[in-house]
């Protein structure tokens, strides 16, 4: 797909870019070349290919899900400006 002059006119003024008359036909010319490698992508056979969430097949280790800190609610919330129920009350700031 081709893109000229008056294609990057509409997409800067969509965008709210500016670019100058001088920068026009680069900035053409490099989107041609990034949608010309997008359909080169688009053309391979990917029958039989499953897709992948990594490359590198990496595992993340997990850490076991256990209790590493003691119980502190309640001297929390004696400190707390207001609860109540065993919930923090704050101030309402949307009418």
Known sequence: MAVDRSDIAKLAELARLAISENTADEVARSIS??????D???????????PMA??????QRLRADVVT??????????????TQDGLYLVPQVID
């Open 33 to 38: 070349d990034v949608l010309a490698l997008v």
């Open 54 to 59: 990594h490359p590198l097949d990496a595992i």
């Open 40 to 50: 080169q992508l688009q053309a391979v056979n990917t029958d039989g290919v499953a």
């Open 69 to 82: 800190e003691p119980d502190q609610r309640e001297r929390f919330q004696a400190i707390a400006p207001a």
